[in-house]
């Protein structure tokens, strides 16, 4: 299989930039489009009892997030890619496949860092694990060893 389109899943953390290199050598040895997308997210716990969150909080992850995907465009830019970028609003996993699918990319990239603990791990959360599910398309997975 070719891959054309690729989507990082890009979150700033050391892993997600290691991701975003790798997508970014991959992408040029295959000619492919590249798309990140930064996911801003609130912790189940700040939701309150009556299901919402209140807008000052969510206004402050969506700027720190934007943040966040702004400095990986202008990373791949530096390297000469043409890279769009999306912001979206939910949970990790959903926004990620459901870009995914309306972009018809081939491929998904994350980062993983193998040298956390199994509590703090992000690919054993719910994300990782329930991506591998739902992903409608192959997933390359980004290794930070440090």
Excluded at 24 to 34: E, H, N, R, V
Excluded at 99 to 104: D, E, P, R
Aim: charged fraction near 25%; charge should be neutral; aromatic fraction near 8%.
């Amino acid at each position: 299989m070719k891959y054309r389109k690729i989507l990082l899943a890009y979150n700033g953390s050391h892993e997600g930039k290691r991701a975003l290199l790798e997508c970014a050598d991959l992408a040029s040895f295959l000619g492919a489009q590249t798309h990140l997308l930064a996911v801003a997210s609130m912790p189940p716990s700040l939701f309150l009892t009556e299901g919402f969150v209140p807008e000052e909080l969510l206004e402050e992850e969506k700027k720190r997030t934007q943040a966040i995907l702004d400095e990986g465009i202008r990373t791949l830019r530096e390297r000469g890619f043409n890279a769009t970028g999306q912001l979206a609003v939910g949970e990790p996993v959903e926004e990620i496949c459901r870009f995914a699918k309306s972009l018809g990319v081939d491929l998904v990239v994350v980062g993983h860092n193998q040298h956390t603990s199994f509590a703090a791990r992000w690919w054993k959360g719910s994300v990782g694990a329930t991506l591998l599910d739902y992903a409608p398309c192959s997933i390359l997975i980004a290794l930070s060893r440090t």
